[in-house]
């Protein structure tokens, strides 16, 4: 049986005080948490003029949407990119969660895109954002794996739209091939993983090592069952395996722990950030 609130709290301050390790396991619910949800009023109210013409109904399958030209793609994935990536500050969650950890020996592990973690001040040196960064252009064909900023571009695309299409001048096209530019998100075959992203695997896995002899925390927020395979299944197989890894989960549909973890698992299925405020208070 669950435990009360104030129970698993006190638990969790006295792992969280005791560990020489944490581990930060970021999925989806957590942005969502944040504020950065991708559907009901906030994506209404961004996206009227896409949801009368394509019939969208949520950010998240939008991003799956067949558009018929580059014209029509960029103008949603421009606004899409603005709202998520380049408008919105360091969110309170993500400052709350930094405050939680940051005098700890810690490491991030994201799947989430939008760069939070580097806007609430965690070390760029110790996040691996395994799914890429809507902040990012690459060829799409990956002719070759060079990543670009595109806050200007971004900007001006989506300044520019009209009638849900950019001009054709502003469509992005690859420097080297002269094809097709894509944003650098984990989306096919052909997701461009550059010389950062393999430095940061690199320093995660040095870091994973180290942890598993060490009195360590797993904190895995909002992580569901999209892509279980990088943040959920490992952190369980990492908790099972060594003694004194600790696994906390804060996920509002599926929050359990597999019950060979029972003993080391604290669950949560409260809203991330009262969880976390009441942890730092
Ligand atoms: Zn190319």
New binding site residues.
């Given amino acids: 049986m669950k435990e009360n609130l104030e129970k698993r709290l006190t638990k969790l301050r006295a792992w969280l005080k005791d560990a020489e390790c944490v581990i930060v396991g970021g999925g989806s619910g957590l942005s969502a948490a944040a504020g950065l949800v991708y559907s009901g009023e906030r994506f209404k109210a961004n996206f009227p003029d896409f949801i009368a013409r394509y019939g969208m109904t949520d950010m998240y399958s939008a991003g799956f949407y067949p558009f018929a030209s580059e014209e029509e793609k960029w103008a949603y994935w421009s606004r899409h990119i603005l709202v998520n990536r380049w408008q919105p500050p360091a969110l309170p969650l993500y400052k709350t969660l930094f405050e939680l950890v940051k005098d700890k020996d810690y490491f991030v592990l994201t799947t989430n895109v939008d760069a939070q973690f580097y806007k609430a001040g965690f070390a760029a040196e110790r996040i691996f954002a395994v799914q890429g960064d809507y902040g990012k252009f690459q060829?799409?064909?990956?002719?070759?794996d060079k990543l670009y900023d595109n806050e200007e571009a971004v900007r001006r695309m989506a300044d520019e739209q009209a009638g849900c299409r950019i001009p054709t001048a502003l469509v992005p096209k690859?420097?080297?091939?002269?094809?097709r530019m894509e944003v650098n998100i984990r989306k096919d075959a052909f997701f461009v993983q550059d010389a950062a992203w393999y430095a940061a695997s690199e320093r995660y896995d040095d870091f994973y090592d180290r942890a598993c002899k060490k009195k360590t925390v797993l904190l895995e927020l909002g992580v569901g069952y999209n892509t279980p395979t990088i943040i959920r299944f490992p952190f369980e197989r990492m908790t099972y395996q060594n003694k004194d890894v600790r696994l906390v989960r804060m996920n509002a549909d599926y929050p359990e722990a597999i019950p060979e973890n029972a003993a080391k698992t604290l669950s949560f299925s409260e809203d991330i950030a009262s969880v976390l405020s009441a942890l730092i208070s």
């Avoid at 690859?174 to 094809?179: D, S």
């Fill in positions: 060829c799409a064909k990956a002719c070759h690859c420097p080297v091939c002269g094809g």
